[in-house]
């Protein structure tokens, strides 16, 4: 377990944009296990759709995009996502041989000697000389604070924690974010809960007609300004606005999305606003969304005063051998494959540069 085996990439996480740049690193002539290595703690293929609940089918996921050299074809929109994606992940790892690590859990990336880097996890420690961070967010969800969360009697629970709508038959629900999951559960749990009731801290803003590539581009240039500074990222979509699709549309019009202001305060029965306003409640879901998971690079020191961690496409500025894909502008599917072609042509730049020149 001490013992440190030597690659020059070492890949952490196995979801879109892992896949991508071990993908990318394959084809540009890196072998698996002898130059490099992908590292993913999920049990099975699929990143973290392989944990979503049974209701979100394929024909309701927002903006899947396809990974580099395999489409997605011929899926059915009525089968969960979980089982669809996990199914694609696992033919394109076997499809491109990319021999993904599994289960590894990654503790610590450390410095090391020779200027390369030691990565620490739950299957013994490997040497690189470059690191491609893929990790996504589903591993640290967001839990806001309110005064009196303590003392609610009921269930309080997260995206991360939600199996599907079934189990809140019967109960008063209310459910906090203004982002794509709080409106699907939203859209959900109108047809079982006794009530439901949606808060989000700033109005929700829908996106009525297509999104095109100039609007994209200038969605994706927001994010990456508030990385260059430093800043921790939004997502893509709290830019983009939630598409006004026909479910939407209809749940706007039955009344099911009724956005209320953030409540002030949590009571052991329910909410409440400053003006007095109470409403009864038996669960508090949280759809409040995630963070980066990054625990596991502290010991490297990239973050910045302002709490992010400042990236220069992919590259971190505080250490050039560190790139993080999947991180702010590229976190979309599209964007994770782009961001992975991206990490791996500035890598092997930076392999190069750095090759012993022979006597």
């Known amino acids: 377990m001490n013992a440190s085996r030597e690659v020059e990439v070492v890949v952490i996480g196995a979801g879109q944009a892992g896949?991508?740049?071990?993908?990318?690193?394959?084809?540009?002539?890196?072998?698996?296990?002898?130059?490099?290595?992908?590292?993913?703690?999920s049990p099975a293929p699929g990143g973290a759709w392989q944990f979503r609940w049974a209701s979100l089918t394929y024909g309701k996921v927002h903006g899947m995009h396809a990974l580099p050299g395999m489409e997605l074809t011929d899926a059915d929109p009525a089968r969960p996502s979980a089982e669809v994606i996990g199914e694609y992940f696992d033919r394109y790892e076997r499809a491109f041989g990319l021999r993904v690590r599994r289960p590894v859990d990654v503790r610590a990336v450390r410095e090391s000697?020779?200027?390369?880097?030691?990565v620490e996890t739950s299957a013994g420690i490997w040497s690189t000389r470059a690191l491609i961070n893929a990790t996504g967010t589903w591993d640290r969800p967001f839990w806001p604070r309110y005064p009196g969360q303590e003392t609610f009697r009921g269930r309080q629970l997260h995206t991360a924690q939600y199996a599907g709508p079934e189990e809140f038959a019967g109960q008063r629900v209310v459910v906090v974010g203004g982002g794509a999951s709080g409106t699907q559960h939203l859209l959900e749990l109108s047809a079982y809960a006794a009530a439901t009731t949606w808060v989000t801290r700033r109005p929700p803003v829908f996106r009525?007609?297509?999104?095109?590539?100039e609007a994209g581009r200038s969605a994706v240039a927001l994010v990456e300004e508030r990385v260059r500074q430093g800043l921790p990222p939004r997502s893509v979509v709290s830019v983009t606005g939630l598409p006004l699709?026909?479910?939407?549309?209809?749940?706007?019009?039955?009344?099911?999305?009724?956005?209320?202001?953030?409540?002030d305060r949590i009571t052991p029965d329910g909410v409440e606003w400053s003006d007095g306003r109470h409403v009864d409640a038996d669960v508090i879901l949280w759809a409040t969304g995630f963070r980066a998971a990054l625990d596991h690079l502290t010991p490297l020191r990239?973050?910045?005063?302002?709490?992010?961690?400042?990236?220069?496409?992919?590259?971190?500025?505080?250490?050039?051998r560190v790139h993080l894909v999947g991180y702010g502008p590229s976190a979309s599917t599209v964007g994770a494959n782009r961001a992975g072609r991206a990490a791996v042509r500035d890598i092997r730049r930076l392999l190069a540069r750095d090759e012993p020149v022979a006597a």
Do not use: W
């Open 19 to 41: 896949l991508s740049s071990a993908y990318h690193l394959r084809r540009t002539g890196f072998e698996p296990d002898r130059d490099f290595v992908v590292l993913d703690h």
């Open 113 to 118: 000697e020779g200027g390369r880097l030691s």
């Open 302 to 320: 990239l973050r910045e005063p302002g709490g992010g961690i400042r990236v220069e496409g992919t590259r971190t500025l505080a250490d050039p």
């Open 245 to 263: 699709n026909d479910a939407i549309r209809q749940g706007l019009a039955d009344g099911v999305l009724d956005r209320q202001p953030m409540f």
């Open 208 to 213: 009525d007609g297509p999104f095109d590539q």
